[in-house]
């Protein structure tokens, strides 16, 4: 499946020669909003649609892919396993749920901070 099949592509960014960042949402709203800014965007639900949409486009991904709390929450597993093979890019960027943040940026900055520390016994 190509690009094209998941979602529109914003034509404020069309003609643009430069890489310009993908968001992959699972809220018309939210997909609204960044193509409001030139941001490509696509709308998906479910977690294998999800994952099925990353792994066809891997190679074709932007280095910056912003994603929704859900999205994220979904999608963990494969971004770790990338992380794991030593993939870099595209660098996942978090933004809040339009209903109710879920937190998912806290816990995982706490986790980060952490592991810097070399402990889980404090209280953040």
């Given at each position: 499946?190509?690009?094209?099949?998941?979602?529109?592509?914003?034509?404020l960014s069309e003609g643009?020669?430069?890489e310009i960042p993908l968001a992959v949402v699972d809220n018309e709203i939210l997909a609204l909003g960044f193509e409001m800014v030139g941001v490509k965007a696509v709308v998906l639900r479910g977690r294998r649609?999800?994952?099925?949409?990353?792994?066809?486009?891997e190679k074709s991904l932007p280095h910056v892919v912003f994603v929704n709390e859900r999205v994220f929450e979904?999608?963990?597993?494969?971004?770790a396993d990338m992380l794991r093979k030593g993939k870099i890019?595209?660098?996942?960027?978090?933004?809040p749920d339009l209903e109710k943040p879920r937190g998912v940026r806290r816990r995982q900055l706490r986790q980060l901070l952490l592991r810097a520390l070399g402990t889980e016994e404090i209280k953040i």
């Open positions: 499946m190509g690009r094209a099949e998941f979602g529109r592509v914003s034509a643009r020669t430069e649609k999800l994952l099925e949409f990353f792994r066809e486009q979904e999608i963990e597993p494969y971004r890019k595209p660098v996942f960027a978090v933004v």
